[in-house]
């Protein structure tokens, strides 16, 4: 079967609708020029003319290793049923094609994926791992690595539960979703053989890219402004050390397909850029050979193919822009591309507070997080406030978290009056371990807890008691939110109407990191629950509530909600819409069903639109 001496390179393709197939042509004709050494090998339902470099397989003849898994598989994906259907089945029709031709290692890509070098440096990033947990660009070694993949994914769907708690976890916005590169990421997080191809990024393999309201292709990672060298190779600058990286393949989801024809070879190089013809600048004057009618229609042609560019560059933005700018963003973790969080680097005005000012308590629990660890401990002991005692309890971690807070402590960030307590110490979950936490400051005046992954603002502990002391009839406070990636770059903001005492029963859109509250609160409706392990914050504010204690929404920005891969909120989501609903019934009196939530919450979600365009606009006070 096989002809060349490289790693082959798999695609699959089915003609699913109009648009499925105006794009695979350029992946696999790129697939072949980039790695001339390497079998390009299409899988297909529909042999596709003008392609002598691609050997074609039809999907029919591997059609027998499809139908169990179609047995098993159930809907829940915003995709199209049948274009979704595929995604998984396709692992299946290439287990059954390499078995029967004794294909060893290989890369699997999708076909809105463009190749700019053979794959070999791609596959050796692997090792002797078996495969990765992307589902767009991989490199498999033979049948161990897929048997993997299909065995995780007849698992998924053969457990209604876990199948739920897949779907609910990576939700798109409200809906329940799963795709095979979501199943591929959940196999990733349960079995360390496979490689985390994330970790490669930075290296130049794959970045999704986008068009960018300034023209340029900017990156969702590590590196930024995509640029095409005269050599045809895409570049970047990495973020972290300006280095320029050049690119082995990208690849161009959604409506960023539309830029693929820009980027695929051959091109016309000039000594200064990359384009797909001729410059203005190239055709001032007629040659030798031709006459001035001709050298106006170049310059015409050249004027179509900018606008060209041009339109395909601008639709995709305006198609989503509108859509996009009046969405609700309280959990739409990714608005934009990443960013330096501006409160973090600009000077911040503390407010004056009388002496002495009122003790404020924080608590942090943490079970192995010492990978984010490091920036919540420091985002609270550098803040300035005179009267704070910060405790971390930890249930034993043994990814080094203990040597990570005993370097801190020993750091010039601590200084008296502030005191760091660190209790490492097994505890039954995360509400017992706040509450042992609290158990150490029994003088507080002002509390609060910050998960292990999240970050204060600076500044905000003075904000915080300045408020109370100005308004003694508050009883809790709470702010807008900044949402940052795993590597701390701002990706999005969430902007809160004034507090509602009713939708508060239908949804929790507290941002549990911005909440603060007076001690009279804790001990009427303290501690917390440990009966909850998701919704622990949600059930002490509706308790509050019910003990007629006044909540205020504050106008600024008070903290940073982390998301990543291994986040609490992620990992339980099942168990939390069990809580949920559980709260619900206790404090409305039945299970409301999800068209009557949405009924309810509607006025309030429109408002929370409203403001958050209100600060994009600079209508509102809020700073920065």
């Given at each position: 079967m096989l002809q060349k001496s490289g790693i082959p390179i798999i695609f699959v393709q089915a003609l699913l609708g109009a648009g499925a197939e105006k794009y695979p042509d350029?992946?696999?004709r790129q697939a072949a020029r980039a790695a001339p050494d390497s079998d390009v090998i299409l899988l297909t339902d529909v042999e596709r003319p003008g392609l002598p470099e691609i050997r074609q397989v039809a999907l029919v003849d591997h059609r027998g290793a499809v139908t169990e898994f179609e047995r098993l598989y159930r809907h829940a994906s915003i995709n199209d049923f049948r274009y979704e259907l595929l995604c998984f089945t396709r692992w299946f029709y290439v287990r059954d094609f390499v078995k029967r031709h004794g294909i060893g290692r290989f890369c699997i890509f999708d076909t809105?994926?463009?190749?700019?070098?053979?794959?070999?440096?791609?596959?050796?990033?692997?090792?002797?791992?078996?495969?990765?947990?992307?589902?767009?660009?991989?490199?498999?070694?033979?049948?161990?690595g897929l048997d993997l993949i299909c065995g995780h994914f007849e698992t998924i769907f053969r457990d209604p539960v876990r199948l739920q708690a897949i779907a609910e976890k990576y939700s798109i916005g409200i809906t329940p979703h799963v795709s095979d590169m979501f199943a591929l990421f959940d196999l990733g997080n349960r079995n360390p053989t496979l490689l985390d191809q994330h970790n490669i990024c930075a290296r130049g393999f794959d970045e999704n890219i986008h068009s960018s309201a300034r023209g340029l292709f900017v990156m969702d990672g590590p590196i930024k402004s995509l640029m095409i060298g005269t050599d045809g190779i895409p570049r970047a600058k990495r973020n972290g050390d300006g280095a320029d990286v050049p690119f082995h393949f990208l690849h161009f989801q959604g409506p960023a397909k539309d830029l693929m024809p820009k980027f695929a070879w051959p091109v016309i190089r000039s000594s200064e850029d990359y384009s797909l013809g001729p410059r203005m600048g190239e055709i001032d004057r007629p040659t030798d050979t031709e006459s001035e009618n001709a050298m106006l229609r170049r310059r015409i042609a050249a004027l179509e193919h900018e606008v060209r560019n041009l339109r395909e560059m601008v639709t995709p933005l305006l198609r989503h822009s509108w859509r996009a700018k009046f969405s609700p963003k309280l959990y739409q973790w990714v608005q934009y591309d990443p960013r330096e969080v501006v409160e973090l680097t600009a000077a911040v005005a503390e407010t004056s507070l009388p002496s002495p000012a009122p003790r404020i308590a924080i608590v942090t629990p943490s079970y192995n997080y010492a990978d984010f660890l490091g920036d919540t401990v420091k985002s609270v002991i550098t803040q300035t406030y005179p009267n704070l005692t910060y405790v971390v309890q930890d249930n034993n971690s043994t990814d080094g978290s203990a040597k990570l807070l005993a370097s801190i402590a020993q750091t010039d960030l601590l200084q008296e009056p502030r005191r760091l307590i660190v209790r490492s110490e097994a505890d039954r979950g995360q509400a017992d371990a706040i509450n042992r936490g609290f158990a150490q400051v029994p003088d507080a005046e002002i509390m609060a807890y910050l998960n292990a992954d999240d970050i204060l603002l600076p500044g905000v502990l003075s904000f915080v008691a300045s408020t109370f002391l100005r308004e003694p009839e508050v009883d809790v406070v709470y702010g807008h939110r900044i949402f940052i990636d795993a590597n701390g770059?701002?990706?999005?903001?969430?902007?809160?109407?004034?507090?509602?005492?009713?939708?508060?029963k239908w949804m929790d859109y507290i941002p549990q990191e911005t909440m603060f509250w007076r001690r009279r609160v804790w001990d009427r409706v303290g501690p917390f629950d440990e009966s909850f392990r998701f919704a622990i914050d949600w059930d002490f504010i509706l308790r509050a509530h019910d003990q007629g204690f006044r909540f205020k929404r504050l106008p600024r920005f008070l903290g940073c909600f982390r998301w990543h891969d291994r986040q609490k909120t992620s990992a339980l989501l099942k168990v939390g819409a069990d809580e949920q609903k559980r709260l619900r019934r206790r404090h409305l009196g039945y299970d409301p069903s999800g068209k009557e939530i949405g009924r309810e919450i509607k006025g309030y979600l429109r408002r929370h639109v409203l403001f958050h365009r209100a600060y994009k606009l600079r209508l509102l006070g809020i700073n920065p």
């Open positions: 350029i992946a696999l809105d994926v463009l190749l700019f070098f053979p794959v070999e440096s791609f596959a050796a990033e692997f090792g002797d791992r078996p495969a990765g947990n992307w589902s767009w660009a991989n490199t498999i070694s033979g049948l161990d770059w701002e990706t999005g903001r969430c902007v809160l109407p004034n507090h509602d005492r009713h939708v508060i």
